[in-house]
């Protein structure tokens, strides 16, 4: 194992993948017994480990450095390149799938495998390749159009997130000036990102099309691995979040306008939650992570191992720089068993939510890559992978301290109500993109119209103070997941309210708490949504009731704080 910054890139061995996937296939199709099939399918494991170790290292120093061309131009290559195996692909799938030893793999695996690639064969075909290479060259060309957006601030040069600490000042005038330009921002490059948004809109409804789905909602479902709910049920989760979520956030709200001494709450108070300032973390990134590993240590042995491994071979990039893709994420490099943590810190206690909420999606995969043979099973669904990252969110609460020494209520106060407030925005984009992909000729000023009408649904408090802009509904676009990961973001919502389940539990029995979350982490995908609910001992979102029950000591928790 070497650090990330010595491992060595290599262009896939594309070429090889082939012949690896045509030799397995033609062993599969003529195989005497189980062990020949299973023999092939880990050969094809082992290449495929090999060539995604290099598309992930190309991916993340790409997105450290959207002006680096080199990489630029590896990870369209490996995409476009990748997007034409689609028939070598399927045509293993479909070896597998009709193979006379199916059942004995299912029997040793269990059923969760075939499933994913039942699901991949419906999604996935030759007849989408153009299509498929397109909509990623669209995409790598959204994250390069955000990544180099910045603007003069008060002498400073800041990109989105260098405004976002000012959007925290306890100088209102600040707050509403750096609001201005961040809003700015986005409306200067609106053209490109409306247009970049209509045709990955076009090409994806084209693709459903072609597959034979009466829209891409249909299709975005399957591609997901959604096989336990459906669009109404999405629906009728949303409705429980503007029933019980949405009056309790719009009751804090009030009582923030009050704390903060202003007449009327505009979308540039919301993130500050006491006249006096936010807590904010105290040390630079360095002297966080090592705050973090001391936490980590002192959660449990698991953790602590973790978080050694990623110290030491320094499995991060967490400042924020020019030309590096906005957001954060965790990504794995298999042939390493390593995870990676993406991040932008901006100097605020954001910074300390992705050393949790990465590295419970990072600790989740270090620990299933080393007890689950099949990758493919490693990782779950993001219903179930956003719960890893947010129940760590809160088991962290109680090193807080660590990072914000004497602030630390503030902190933890400022959480709970971001975590709460949050859920309303979530559900808000869910229903935006099922309802832009029910009319995909929708126009640019139609989809803010709609997002406006949505936005004021779940969360009517919503104020932009007269920018044109944002109150015609143009306060969609900052989310890069809908234009990059359609239909990816109800997981959120859903796994926040199975957080909440952890969390009420852990104030309870923190070790009983503790078992479960490890259970399910160890369980990585090798069962179904609903299956894996219940190995982590968690109540379904989607039942009546579940949303009440998970919200109400966080609100109760919330008003005694507050």
């Known amino acids: 194992m070497v650090k990330f910054s010595e491992m060595e890139y290599k262009r896939p061995d594309v070429e090889g993948l082939k ?5 397995a296939t033609a062993r599969v199709i003529n195989a005497k017994n189980y062990r020949e099939v299973r023999k092939a399918y880990f050969d094809v494991q082992e290449k495929r480990t090999e060539t995604g170790t ?3 290292i190309a991916y993340v120093r790409n997105t450290i450095n959207t002006a680096d061309e080199f990489y630029s131009d590896e990870v369209r290559w490996a995409r476009q390149e990748m997007a034409k195996m689609i028939p070598l692909d399927n045509a293993w799938d479909k070896a597998l ?14 059923p969760q495998l075939f499933k994913l690639i039942d699901a991949s064969l419906l999604t996935q075909d030759e007849r989408i390749i153009p299509e498929t290479i397109e909509v990623g060259d669209i995409c790598q060309d959204y994250r390069k159009a955000t990544a180099v957006a910045s603007t003069e601030f008060r002498g400073e040069k800041c990109n989105f997130y260098g405004l976002l600490k000012h959007m925290q000042s306890t100088d209102r005038q600040e707050r509403k000036e750096a609001f201005e330009a961040w809003a ?16 990955l809109t076009q090409l994806r409804s084209t693709m459903a099309q072609k597959m034979g789905f009466p829209s891409y909602t249909e299709m975005a479902y399957l591609s997901r691995r959604r096989f336990d709910y459906t669009q109404e049920d999405a629906a009728r989760f949303r409705e429980q979040i503007r029933q019980i979520v949405t009056p309790a956030v719009a009751e804090i709200y009030e009582k923030q306008k009050a704390k903060l001494g202003i007449d009327k709450l505009r979308y540039y108070d919301e993130s500050l939650h006491f006249p006096e300032g ?3 973390p105290i040390g630079t990134t360095e002297e966080l992570v090592d705050k973090a590993q001391k936490m980590y240590r002192g959660m449990s042995p698991e953790t602590g191992e973790f978080f050694d491994f990623m110290k030491e071979y320094q499995l991060f990039d967490l400042e924020t720089r020019p030309a590096k893709q906005m957001g954060g994420y965790m990504t794995r490099f298999p042939a390493y068993k390593a995870p990676f943590i993406f991040s932008n810190f901006n100097g605020t206690d954001a910074d ?14 270090y620990v299933s890559m080393r007890c689950i043979p099949v990758s493919a099973l490693c990782g779950s669904t993001s219903e179930i992978n956003e719960i890893h990252s947010m129940t760590m969110e809160h088991f962290a609460y109680p090193w807080m301290e660590y990072f914000f020494e ?48 949505i936005e004021l649904k779940y969360m009517p408090w919503r104020d932009y103070d007269g920018n044109a802009f944002l109150e015609e509904g143009g306060f969609w676009m900052q989310k890069l997941h809908i234009f990059l990961y359609p239909f990816y973001y109800i997981e959120y919502a859903l796994s926040q309210i199975c957080a909440f389940q952890y969390y009420g539990r852990m104030k309870e029995d923190r070790g009983a708490a503790w078992a479960d979350y490890l259970r399910l982490c160890k369980a990585g995908g090798t069962k179904g949504y609903f299956e894996l609910l219940k190995i982590g001992n968690l109540l379904n979102p989607f039942e009546d009731g579940t949303v009440e029950k998970a919200t109400a000591h966080v609100i109760k928790e919330i008003r005694e704080r507050y």
Request: net charge negative; glycine share 4%.
């Open 19 to 23: 012949k690896v996937l045509e030799d």
């Open 54 to 56: 290099m598309v992930s």
């Open 97 to 110: 799938t009709a193979s006379a030893f199916r059942k004995d793999f299912e029997d040793e695996f269990g």
């Open 184 to 199: 700015g921002l986005y409306e200067k490059i609106s053209p490109e990102l409306d247009a970049q948004y209509t045709k």
């Open 278 to 280: 936010n807590a904010a």
């Open 352 to 365: 300390v939510d992705v050393l949790t909420h990465e590295a419970g999606h990072a600790f989740q995969g």
């Open 406 to 453: 004497d602030k630390v209520e503030k902190y933890l106060t400022a959480h709970l109500i971001g975590a709460l407030a949050s859920i309303p925005y979530l559900v808000s984009v869910d229903e935006f993109q099922h309802r832009v992909y029910a009319k995909p000729d929708m126009s640019a000023k139609e989809r803010r119209s709609v997002w406006r009408e």
